[in-house]
């Protein structure tokens, strides 16, 4: 599918994503012991900022994050080809540099389909990476509720209900508990994140090497 993709893209667009790419990049991470933070959940379950940013931080990480590829992508494109577009550039051209250069990287997951998830933690070891596995975990109703709300006070585009409820729903969870074996995962831990903004996710499993986030 990769291949197909690159051959469809023109010269322009290809120099368009390479822009965003270094752009996002910048000089990479201020650590570079190969180690990857992955951060699934359902649209917003509370990604950001009780994981990626703590996360980030700890561990002198580069954040690379598709919805900040969305806003530097010309907006007079479809839904499927910003979403297309935005995770090429984050996951193929981005990522690449980062795993070249032995970055820490923070990379935020939906999760919804797991032959993904396995390409990407099989990438990473194979450029001798330790994968830490981060699920985070909220009812679909609220997801709904805090969707709607982040959109209404401007701090995020819109999400289709529809989407969380009828096409990303439990696959993620799923996904998680499928995966949270494999021998590239060096550590997991799932949380609930039904709890009020300024407290911590409720830790409700994890691995006996998994070091639990806090805010």
Not at 50 to 79: M, R, W, Y
Not at 136 to 144: D, F, Q, W, Y
Not at 174 to 183: L, Q, S
Not at 195 to 210: C, G
Request: charged share 30%; glycine share 6%.
């Amino acid at each position: 599918m990769l291949k197909t993709y690159q051959i469809n893209l023109n010269k322009s667009k290809q120099e368009l994503h390479k822009q965003i790419a270094n752009k996002l990049y910048g000089k990479g991470a201020k650590n570079k012991s190969k180690r990857l933070d992955l951060i699934m959940g359902i649209p917003a379950s509370g990604k950001t900022k009780k994981f990626v940013e703590p996360l980030q931080k700890k561990h002198g990480s580069l954040t690379i994050d598709c919805d900040a590829v969305k806003e530097l992508l010309p907006d007079n494109k479809t839904d499927k080809a910003i979403h297309e577009d935005s995770s090429y550039i984050a996951e193929q051209l981005i990522l690449g540099e980062a795993l070249k250069n032995g970055d820490n990287v923070v990379l935020t997951k939906i999760g919804k389909t797991k032959s993904k998830l396995e390409d990407l933690i099989k990438r990473c070891a194979k450029h001798k990476y330790e994968t830490h596995l981060h699920f985070v975990e909220i009812p679909t109703s609220v997801a709904v509720e805090r969707a709607e709300h982040r959109y209404k006070s401007g701090k995020h585009d819109y999400t289709d209900p529809k989407y969380i409820t009828d096409d990303v729903d439990g696959k993620p969870l799923k996904n998680y508990n499928e995966i949270k074996n494999m021998p590239e995962i060096t550590s997991y831990g799932k949380y609930n994140n039904n709890v009020k903004e300024e407290e911590n996710p409720i830790l409700l499993e994890a691995s006996d090497n998994y070091e639990v986030i806090h805010v």
